[in-house]
């Protein structure tokens, strides 16, 4: 589906012409050192949403209510570059749909607030490449230590973290760090996450 493995479509069958309700369940949305994997409250939206599509399904049959239901299954949740709804929409995969639906658990009971908060509006990806000089470890001073770029830069968004107002989100990895241990790296890369509800803040 759109060129994505994991990707899927599943309608149901018997709706007549009408509205077209979309769910949408996510699935491996996390990378890992081994393999993509689920960790964090977007893994309840595939029960949560087959469910729903299901008791939808079930009115339309025992009302004969115009409409139907399709269940949109988009991998890769929390990947850039380009993320796997923005793929699956460019290839016109949600066309039809009048609703898109999704869920999204929490870990405690609480009345939901104005707008959709910090989770998926407003992500801004950043990416930072470092370049310096290789060295062999035994003449490091010949070098310029690229990493030490990165390592600065997650040291000062720290700082920064400290003094900003408690909304933003903002988390960063090192997708490159050097390529072996006894060499001074001349080039180091990092990546940084950075979520706000609202997008007038979120482009500062």
Not at 12 to 39: C, M, Q, W
Not at 162 to 177: L, T, V
Request: proline fraction near 8%; hydrophobic fraction near 35%; aromatic fraction near 8%.
């Amino acid at each position: 589906m759109a060129g994505l493995k994991t990707a899927f479509v599943a309608r149901y069958r018997k709706g007549t012409p009408g509205p077209n309700l979309g769910v949408i369940v996510e699935y491996d949305a996390l990378r890992g050192t081994s393999r993509d994997f689920h960790g964090d409250q977007h893994s309840a939206q595939g029960p949560v949403g087959m469910a729903a599509a299901v008791a939808v399904a079930e009115f339309l049959t025992s009302s004969k209510t115009p409409g139907t239901v399709t269940v949109y299954g988009t991998p890769a949740k929390s990947f850039a570059s380009p993320a796997a709804k923005t793929v699956m929409y460019s290839a016109g995969v949600f066309k039809g749909a009048d609703v898109l639906i999704r869920s999204h658990s929490s870990t405690a009971t609480q009345a939901p607030g104005p707008g959709f908060g910090s989770c998926c509006m407003n992500i801004n990806v950043v990416h930072y490449t470092f370049f310096g000089a290789p060295a062999h470890q035994l003449q490091a001073w010949d070098g310029r230590d690229a990493l030490m770029g990165v390592i600065e830069l997650f040291n000062h968004i720290t700082v920064c973290a400290r003094r900003c107002a408690p909304r933003p989100r903002s988390r960063g990895s090192s997708p490159e760090g050097g390529k072996a241990p006894n060499v001074v790296p001349d080039r180091a890369t990092a990546e940084f996450w950075i979520r706000y509800p609202d997008p007038v803040t979120s482009r500062r």
